[in-house]
Every structure is written in structure tokens, then in C-alpha cells.
């Protein structure tokens, strides 16, 4: 068998096996729904929750994409603002890293004080997601070939020449790498702040049905949920690979397919 | 002036220390003339790269001058690594220097042909650096220095880390661009050998500090080709040379 069918294969075949385990496990015990429904039953809710679940989905995801896309406008203008002034970088950098390091389940009730719900979630969503971004692009500017920029010295480029040319293009790995867990991330920092705002009663996304659902006990639609915060997630990563791939199939040595 | 021509460059007592403390240079004098072809030997450490450097503005000295008798000339510098941008292709690193300079699209398209087909790059121009030897990429980084037509070409140690075989060819391949382009070129190498074989005068170097040990002429007509790499005359110069680095490197001055 190739290694590809081994690697796709395999871990299928896990799925199947752990899936049989489990539906076996709660027939023989017949364990109630309520304590653990059986995949079947997940699967049903899933269908017959449809509609309500992917309107909480995409109350979700609007809010991942959102806090995702602030991250990264937010992470690579600071990398790059950083880049151009030590004094900006100095003053700054400090408490990006601070906030980075402060749980963000602690900072979510504040914001839910301060901000309008929407908004706190957002914010939350963010915050988890923009250091990844800004620590790998920074790292990436200060990586830049130190010949080529003797070279750009010498042709007497500007700096925003040497910044388009030269240190955008040779940072764009690293800040690709720095976005691929900004996505992640900032599905964590939705959930989180939706978890929170949940607790205070408000919001619909789909970490909120997660809540609602264990408060009335309707275990399977917690698990419907989970699952589709999963795929979710699943579908993030996977699609931020696919452009990290694209964008540097041509040149990068992560991309490039090794012959034997 | 003797042999005609008048400087391009002439380095004028040229000190550097480095913030390290670390002299490089100590009083370098050296004097280009316009369409030569001269080489820095010297062992690693002597300072020639330095005094590259400093010729190509990329350093300032810390004491002394660079002057530049008939206005400051344009420079083309090729550097040890072929030191391309890795996500553009070969028409677009080649086209560096132009873009740069904001120069015209047509204009420059031109320049890139032109550039590309001198150094035997012509059906390369859309492929990646990653997919070039080590031999080629070298010549795509040559392509790139001769894209702006300068009148003075820096190159240093460029073909060091080439195997003898592309070495050979890429030292045939450069003189016979300098015999056809008839621009200046200042070319450091720490290899005996090789800049007896390309230059018509060769500036040795003593080490730490830098200044010139000695300035041999290698009267040997142009074109040279394997046959002098293998002739007598070239074992000649070479020994010559050979002493005068051995001298300079025993502390002698």
C-alpha cells in the first residue's frame, strides 16, 4: 500500500473503529442519552437540529473570520510599523506580549462589561489570534538575506521599495505560518467569549448552544455542536494550509515537493 | 598617468575599524584604472572584501578617501553567494536594478534579454533560483550586475563556492564578457590560480591589518584560454604570485 493511502487510510479506519466502540458500548450498558448518546443519535440530532445549528454556525464563523482577518491586518501593520521604528517597537511590543499572555477567559467577562456583546466577542477572538501573527511576521522581517540588502542599498532603493521588494516577499513564509494559527486561534477566542456571553444569557453562536444545551441537559445536541465546532476548525486549517501552499509552491523549501 | 588610461576609483589611505575593535584595514592605497581588470588576493581576513565594500559604498572608512576622478561611476557588485530573491524568477532578479531605478518597462525588458542572453541564461528567464545549479545561479547574479550597463563591476569571491569544472568555464565565460563589455573590474579572490588567470594586474594583501603587500602585473595577452591555463608562462606567474601572498602573510611589512 503507498504511503498516501496508508496516511489517509488509517486514520479512517481509527474513526470507524472508535465510532463502533462507542455505539457498542452504549447499547451494551444502555447508557441514557443523557449521560452519552450513541453516534447514531449525535448524527440524527445533527440532521434534525439542522437548521438551528448552522444558523449558530455561521453566527460563529462570521465572528472567527472577522476577529481573523482584524488579526491579520492588525498583526502584519504592527510587524511591519515595528520594522520601520525601534522607538514604536520599543513602546509597543511589550504589551502585545502581555496581552498575548493574559488567559483570554479571564479578559472575556471585562469586555462583556465594557463592549456591546457582538463586539467583546470580537474583540476576544482578536486578541487570541493577532500575537501568532505579529511575532512570526516580525521574525520574518528581521530574517531578511543580509546581502540582499547590501544589494538594495546599493541600487539606492527607498524605504518603501526595500519594504515591497524586499522584506514583505522574504517574510511572507513566516507570516503565512503565523496565520495558519491565528485561524485556529481565533476560533478558540469566538468560543471562548461566546462561553462567556453565554453565561450571562445572551448571544447565538454556536459555543452559546453548546452551553444552552448542557443547562437542558440535551447532551446530544451539545455533541451535534461540538462535532460541527470541530469540522469547523478542521476546515479552517485546512484551507489556510491550501494558501500557504499556493503562495509559496513556486520558491519556499517548505512547499516544494522533493524528488528521491 | 603610465599605461594611458586614466583612474576610475583610487582608494586613498583607507583605514576601517570595526565597532569590535577589529582592524581591517590600515592605510590601503590602490588606484583603478578605467577598463582594467585587477584582482585583491589576500587570505581571509586581509580586508579585500572590506575594501570592496567600501569601493561600492556599501562601508564607510573610517579614515582616508574614496575618489572618483571623472564623477562617481555606476556599479554593478556580484557577491560571494549568488544572493537571488528566491520567490522571483530569474527575469525578475535580473530586473532588480532597473525596477529600482524606475526605469522604463520596454527599456528594461530589453536590458533583461540582453542581460540573460550574455551569460547563457536566455532560456531561463522564467524559472525559479531553486531550480538552477550553483554554476547558473551565479550567472543569473551576473546578469543582474550587468543589467544597469555599469562601468564598474565589484565581484567578490564569486566563484568560491563552485566546483573546478563551473569554475573554469564561469572564469572563460567573465573574460570574455569583460573583453567584449570593456568595463573596469575589481575582482577579490583568496585563489592564486585564479587571479593570475583573469586579471592584468593582481593587488596582494597582507592580513590584520589590511593594506597592499605588493602589485604584480600579469603581462599575458588576452584572450587566454586553457592554453594558458596550462602553459608555462602561467605556472611562472603563479609561483611569483604565490611567493609575494606567502611573504605578505609571514607578517613581512
Known sequence: MSDRALRIGLPVLMLALVLLAWDVVVRAFAIPPYVLPGPGLVLNTLIADGGLLWQSLLVTLTTTFEGFLLAAVGGIGLAVLFSQSRLIEYSLYPYAVILQVTPVVAIAPLLLIYLPQPLAVLA????????????????????????????????????????????????????????????????????????????????????????????????????????????????????????????????????????? | MPGGASSIVCLRNVCKTFESGTVALDGLDLDVRAGEFVSLLGPSGCGKSTALRIVAGLSVPSTGAVEWPDGSSKIGFVFQEPTLMPWADVAANVRLPLRLAHADDAQARDAVRQALARVGLADFAQSYPRELSGGMKMRASIARALATEPQLLLMDEPFAALDEITRFKLNNDLLRLWQELRRTVIFVTHSVFESVYLSQHIVVMTPRPGRVFADIAIPAPYPRDERFRTSADYAGYCRTVSEALGQAMAGAP
Not at chain 1, 546599493?154 to 513566516?174: E, F, G, I, T, V
Not at chain 1, 453562536?205 to 451535534?224: D, K
Not at chain 1, 460541527?228 to 509552491?249: D, E, N, W, Y
Request: charged share 15%; aromatic share 10%; glycine share 8%.
Open chain 1, 124 to 260: 476576544c477572538a482578536w486578541i487570541v489570534a493577532f500575537f501568532p501573527v505579529l511575532a512570526n511576521t516580525t521574525l520574518g522581517l528581521q530574517s531578511v538575506d543580509h546581502n540582499l540588502l547590501a544589494l538594495f542599498d546599493l541600487y539606492k532603493a527607498s524605504r518603501w521599495q526595500l519594504l515591497w521588494n524586499l522584506k514583505l516577499p522574504s517574510a511572507l513564509p513566516q507570516m503565512l505560518a503565523g496565520l495558519r494559527i491565528a485561524g485556529g486561534l481565533s476560533l478558540i477566542g469566538a468560543v471562548v467569549a461566546e462561553i462567556a456571553a453565554g453565561s450571562a444569557g445572551a448571544g447565538s453562536g454556536l459555543a452559546y448552544r453548546i452551553a444552552e444545551s448542557g443547562y437542558r441537559l440535551n447532551i446530544p445536541r451539545m455533541f451535534a455542536a461540538l462535532l460541527l465546532l470541530s469540522l469547523a476548525g478542521i476546515a479552517i486549517f485546512f484551507a489556510l494550509s491550501t494558501l500557504s501552499h499556493m503562495v509559496l509552491r513556486r520558491w519556499h523549501e517548505s512547499a516544494v515537493k522533493r524528488e528521491r
